[in-house]
């Protein structure tokens, strides 16, 4: 449920020469929401990208995603190898897999509680002080955030009202599990067909979401396949490049600029 103001630290140190256009997904930030009764899906994410890259008129393009934006920077750079030059991904390996003998379990489950979340839709949401709303949401990342990056996450995923108070207006709905998610078989597909450069950030103290064996398999993948194949280990939580972007913007900068 983060927005756009994740990279609001890394933007001013990269080069003068990048161009950087940093984007709220929909139901993200100040972004409007999916169309009602319209349960997310990760290719919505693919379809965003392709959304704004046709937008622009771009023939070829570089995407540094953090978390799930690092995750649909890959699927992206799979479907599209053509379109993709580099691409940076931040505190995540790859996308959550869903096991196939799992899938139906979590398909009930998903449609349930996105139907009971639906109707919270049109209520009020909760209001609270501005220094309340910032603990709470430290508190909701585990501390992941500091207290500086949380506001500046804020300024794009909260409202005030005009009593003084403020809610979160993130989508409630992005609450929901996803109803299909995409197994490890697919997502090594995707990998199989990169084609760019990838350069992988990892901070020491984010987390892990699957199975080490997963994860090692999916790197030597990316070390066949991609153009060229970086891993960084960093010092920092899962929000390393917001709490600390002097850390994280220089390895961007130095793999940006590379043409070799």
Not at 34 to 46: A, K
Not at 190 to 208: T, V, Y
């Amino acid at each position: 449920m983060d927005n756009a103001g994740t990279w609001d630290g890394v933007a001013p140190l990269l080069p003068k020469s990048v161009s950087l256009i940093a984007i709220d997904f929909p139901s993200h930030g100040l972004s409007s929401p999916r169309p009602r009764g319209t349960p997310f899906h990760f290719s919505n994410l693919l379809l965003t990208i392709e959304r704004v890259v046709q937008h622009f008129g771009w023939k070829e393009v570089n995407i540094i995603g953090h978390s799930l934006g690092g995750a649909a920077a890959m699927l992206y750079a799979g479907a599209f190898p053509e379109k993709v030059k580099k691409i940076v991904m931040v505190d995540l390996i790859k996308p959550l897999s869903v096991d196939a003998a799992d899938q139906p379990d979590k398909t009930a489950r998903g449609i349930l509680d996105f139907m009971e979340a639906e109707l919270k839709i049109g209520r009020e949401p909760p209001s609270y002080e501005y220094t309340t709303l910032l603990d709470k949401m430290v508190m909701s990342y585990r501390f992941s955030l500091t207290e500086e990056a949380a506001e500046v996450l804020l300024k794009r995923g909260s409202v005030k009202h005009a009593d003084g108070l403020y809610s979160f207006n993130y989508d409630p709905l992005l609450k929901v599990g996803s109803i299909f998610g995409t197994s490890f078989d697919q997502q090594k597909a995707f990998a199989n067909r990169l084609q760019c450069e990838l350069l992988l950030i990892k901070a020491s103290n984010g987390p892990l979401y699957e199975s080490r064996e997963l994860y090692d398999e999916i790197i030597s993948i990316y070390e066949k396949k991609a153009k060229k194949f970086i891993l960084k280990k960093v010092e920092g939580t899962h929000h390393v490049h917001l709490n600390n972007p002097e850390i994280v913007a220089p390895i961007i900068s130095e793999f940006i600029e590379d043409k070799s």
